[in-house]
Structures are given as structure tokens and as C-alpha cells.
Nanobody, 124 residues
Framework: QVQLVESGGGSVQAGGSLRLSCAAS????????MGWFRQAPGEDREGVAR???????SYSDSVKGRFTISRDNAKNTLTLQMDSLKPEDTAMYYC??????????????????WGQGTQVTVSS
């Protein structure tokens, strides 16, 4: 099992940047496929990005070119660098882990472990 704790959320103006972190505890973090999801008020949770155990990444079209997902297996951390933020990026952001070798950011059912979330608010 793995436990996940997000940090780094906050309030920023449009065009600004934030860096989210997810600290993982438990065994074999490097074997998990990891992802970031978000949920805006009144909306369904949506996938943002994912990185597999080999470091391959993929992103939703809405964040491609603006967000960067990365992982540090030595420190058991997952990071989401968010640049050129827009008001529509406002949401609760969640870190998630999957036992699958390859997970999909488009399918939250691939992920069995979730953090509690960190709030990101982007003002215009």
C-alpha cells in the first residue's frame, strides 16, 4: 500500500505558476504509475497528467504545454509544475497511485490510492 499527501496549493493570479507536491509513504513507490487529477466545484473529477514507472508522461489537452509532471523515486515524491495558469484551472488537485504498469490519466479507475487533495485558485 501507499499513502499520499499533497501540498503546494494556493491562490495565484492568471498567468502565474504553482508547484504541487505529493509525498508518498509505504513500499515500492517506484513501482507505481502516478497521476494528478482535479475537481472543480460542481464538476466531475478529471485527469490532468500521469507518469509511469519508466518516466513516460502524458497530459490532458487542457494542460498540455503548461503543466509538467515529474517524479523523484529516491525521495518518494511526485510533482506537478503548473505554469501559465488560467481561472479554469481552479480546482481541488489530487495525487493518485496505480498498481498498473501503465495507467491512464483519462481513467481514474486505474488508480487505487488517493491523497486528500490541495486547493488551487486562479483569479483573473
Amino acid at each position: 500500500q501507499v499513502q499520499l499527501v499533497e501540498s503546494g496549493g494556493g491562490s495565484v493570479q492568471a498567468g502565474g505558476s504553482l508547484r504541487l507536491s505529493c509525498a508518498a509513504s509505504g513500499n515500492s513507490y517506484s513501482s507505481y504509475c502516478m497521476g494528478w487529477f482535479r475537481q472543480a466545484p460542481g464538476e466531475d473529477r478529471e485527469g490532468v497528467a500521469r507518469i509511469d514507472r519508466d518516466g513516460w508522461t502524458s497530459y490532458s489537452d487542457s494542460v498540455k504545454g503548461r503543466f509538467t509532471i515529474s517524479r523523484d523515486n529516491a525521495k518518494n515524491t511526485l510533482t506537478l509544475q503548473m505554469d501559465s495558469l488560467k481561472p479554469e484551472d481552479t480546482a481541488m488537485y489530487y495525487c493518485a497511485a496505480s498498481n498498473r504498469r501503465s495507467c491512464r490519466w483519462s481513467n481514474e479507475k486505474d488508480f487505487g490510492y488517493w491523497g486528500q487533495g490541495t486547493q488551487v485558485t486562479v483569479s483573473s
